[in-house]
């Protein structure tokens, strides 16, 4: 489909609904990454670590030596439903979102990023244009330490990234 692949150091952003393919696209991507020994970082918004990888296992697709950051909520979030006083909702969950991110790339140097359920990562601004800034900044942030990305956005009516 690429015939040739993605361009080293660019940023590509993937969409569609559920089922389309996105993360089975990304999962190559990084399996890719897996047989030319290149580090590489798998980030999901949308599903838990252990599940990504047995999803890969089960495709037979390679992503056993891939670093995995994994945002997902966890179930302690539930219980703690009390409500914010002092801040803004999104001030408080994006940063230690985006210091895991800044964080990972600088400690595990990867070559390939993939960046599956990033459609959710609009949730944590209020504001459009802060969100298309972060997003610009980050495919900033991943060019300037050698990564090639590959973000997996739902298509969605809400989700215009």
């Known amino acids: 489909m690429l015939c040739g692949g993605l361009r080293y150091g660019s940023s590509v952003i993937i969409r569609g609904g559920p089922g389309s393919g996105k993360t089975i696209f990304g999962l190559h991507f990084i399996a890719a990454a897996m ?6 970082l798998i980030i999901s918004f949308a599903a838990p670590e252990d599940k990504i990888r047995q999803y890969a296992n ?3 697709i390679d992503i056993s030596k891939a670093a995995f950051l994994d945002l997902t909520p966890t179930p ?3 219980a703690d439903n009390a409500p914010y006083e002092i801040f803004i ?3 408080i969950e994006k940063r230690p979102i985006k210091r895991s991110i800044v964080e990972n790339i600088e400690n595990k140097k ?3 990023v993939f960046i599956d359920g990033f459609s959710l990562s609009r949730y944590l601004y209020s504001d459009l244009c802060q969100y298309r800034r972060q997003i610009v900044a980050l495919i900033r942030f991943l060019r300037s330490h050698g ?3 590959i973000f997996a956005s739902e298509m969605t009516d809400q989700s215009k990234d």
């Open 89 to 91: 909702p999104d001030d």
């Open 110 to 112: 990867p070559r390939r």
């Open 76 to 78: 302690d979030r539930l």
């Open 58 to 60: 089960g495709l037979d």
């Open 147 to 149: 990564a090639t990305a």
């Open 35 to 40: 047989r030319t020994n290149d580090p590489a």
